[in-house]
């Protein structure tokens, strides 16, 4: 990354020496000046280095040295002059012996937007590379698919915004970077500062924050705010401006600088307090941390600081994170943006409120060659939909440090591209300067039609209301209109949103759009038909022996007019209603079932039924066994007698089950540990459906089985119980077999334990028999985690979880 050290926060001043006194005379031997360059290509000083191999080939060329210049001119930015060095060692060599010469020929090709030539020297050396790494022919792909995309993108461009170097009263021959709209000024960083101090030769080059206002010469903050002996940059300020954040930079050797978090409170009168260094659970001695940017976090709304590092739990080089700003003032752990991050770099945050988006330069995306500059609408991680910026805005040069002013016209951005000035011509390398984008609007429209969808005619007087879902779901507007069928709505781009269409009487129609990868002005029309909705059957499910509401029913309705209409199947985990629309002039056959009780089917006939609402209420009698089918009880990982290869337990299930219930909150506690927001509610929700309406139920059912089954033996028959054991796949699949024995044998300790008398005596005189058959993980899915070090998913997840049981599968009767 030493060509974008000052957009990752490594802010190396080699690339900015462009005064370097040379160590070595005139009249030296070729020699000396290959000795030097070789010296300063060591030390990562690439401008001397290239200094250096140009003298040493004004001696003569060599296809040795020309390579080393081409690597010192494409470390140093110097694209024209790498991809001159670079083209004459393709054209000399012979054997192969730089074999990376032609993918760095197409990389700085690529930078300098040659994309034709570029792909094509991307494949002749993916056709003849010898390497043995397969990172270079696989990278080659992917930028080969890049320049093809810049070359459509070209094609096919975008107009949305105009950009211009802003005037040299801001920007110097040396790198201005991270502007950012504060009130009528305009905050930036520049790295051009000699510090009077440094006895360094050469003389390094010191940082400040600097602010201007219009078309006025830019001047740095003073001592109050900037170090006087250290690099201070990327300044971002809270919205009461009563704090600022800002970066403070020490070398660590000649060249290499690390990056450290701090703040400053602010007055009332506007005074900067002292400088106060974030804690050590945002700062790390060992890596560098920088780039800060205020905003809300990803998830859960709360105020975030967003910033860049290369810190250890990273997905790849510089990764962008952030920290919760909790309300006593502390900090939050660090989060890595997964979503976001590449296995490349990802830096330069900048939050958006008014538009809830995260701007971020990167360069492992596809893009337009170095960096380049993309969105992320914060409202939905589990489907990121990572925008790049395009054109004019990116470029195939280094595009960093967006940010976009409170109204969105205006947005400022730092470049090394065409254009930009140089500390030397010749070189065509080094600095970033300053630009400006004026942001042309982009309307999409959506134009939403109602009909009757009985005979298609229009539906006036409907109300449409438009709600965006991306992850949680916000109103947009609703509009309700008695004269007209048509209704219309402004759309923002990248979103995805639910119309909902609803007129009394009749059934609400439902339908998505979505905005994103749109490209300029779009109308989108969306045609919505109602359905009339004449009756709704409202049903409530008690039991009939105590007269209580009965959870965990299935209600199915058939119309029996069109038997090929699709049978409408609903289960109520949660309560014991349910609702159901239902037309007019219609015969319909209602099932009820639930298990343990005995199905309750009746027809309902809707014509000359009088209101919009039919309420019935369905009780449902004790089931016989074979209602209880399937019946399943669920169990602790491992239990009953973890770590044993015995085939029997002495324990009863009801002896088992008590303890398993009471590791609920353990359970969901250990399997939404790594999740946060609206992901860990979901988590949290599924366990606790898994241990209420599974575990808890299953056990309640049991009880109730030994009672029937208790009657239908006292009666004289005899009754032939198959029972199935099963495990999840963590252990070996012989133990799994054992232990699945030990869970079966629990529930037929229950069964022998239970009843006045007890069921034992039936067991010896053979009236009941049980057929056992321990199937172990044999039946569980592949996608089950058996890793024993993945305990999340292979022991707390409900997948997981629903193995471990034991099924009494059926019932086999004879008097």
Known sequence: MSHILIAVSRIVHISILLLLTFGITQGQTRQAYLTAAEEAF??????ASLKYYQEVLDFREDIAVLYKAGESARYFNAYTLAEEYYQKVVDLEQNGEYPLAMYHLAQVQKHLGKYEEAKENFMIFQAETTLDNPYYASSAARQMDDCQWAIDEIANPEVYATVERLHDSINSPYSEFAPIRRGDSLLYSSLRFPLASDESRPAKIWSKVMSAKG???GKALGDDFNDAFRHTAHAAYTEDNSRVYYTICDFVNGTDIRCDLYYRDISDAGQYGDPIRLPENIND????????????DPYGSQPALYFASDRMGGKGKMDIWFSIIQSNGTFGDPVNLMSVNTTDNEI?????????????SSDGYQGFGGYDLYSLYLYNLDEPYIENLGMPINSSYNDIYFSLDESGDSAYFSSNRAGTLFLEEDSEACCNDIFKAAIIEQIVSLQVLTYDKKDLSDLLGATVTLIEVNGDEKVVGTQTIDNTNEFLFDLEKNRSYLIVAEKEGYLPDTAMVS???????QDIVKKMYLEPALLDLELFVFDEANREALKGATVTIRDLADPSKEIVVQLNEDGNQFLFPLERDKAYEITVSRRGYRPETFTLDTRNTPGTKITRNVYLKEGLLEDYMPLAMYFDNDHPDPRTYRRT?????????PPYMARKEEFKSEYSRPLVGNAKVVADDDIDRFFEYHVREGNNDLIRFIGALEAALVAGEKIEIVVQGFASPRATNAYNKVLSDRRISTVINQLRAAGSPPLSSYFRSGQLVIVEEALGEQTAPEYISDALEDQRNSIYSVPASRERRVEIIEIRRSN
Do not use: V
């Open 42 to 47: 060591e030390d990562h000083n690439f401008y």
């Open 215 to 217: 078309d006025e010469a």
């Open 285 to 296: 001695t060992s890596y560098t941390i920088t780039q800060p940017a205020l905003g809300l």
């Open 348 to 360: 330069t945050p900048f939050y958006h409120k008014g538009s809830n988006t995260l701007y971020f």
């Open 515 to 521: 905005t994103k990868g749109l490209q300029g002005s």
């Open 649 to 657: 337990s002495k324990s009863t299930y009801e002896e088992t089950y």
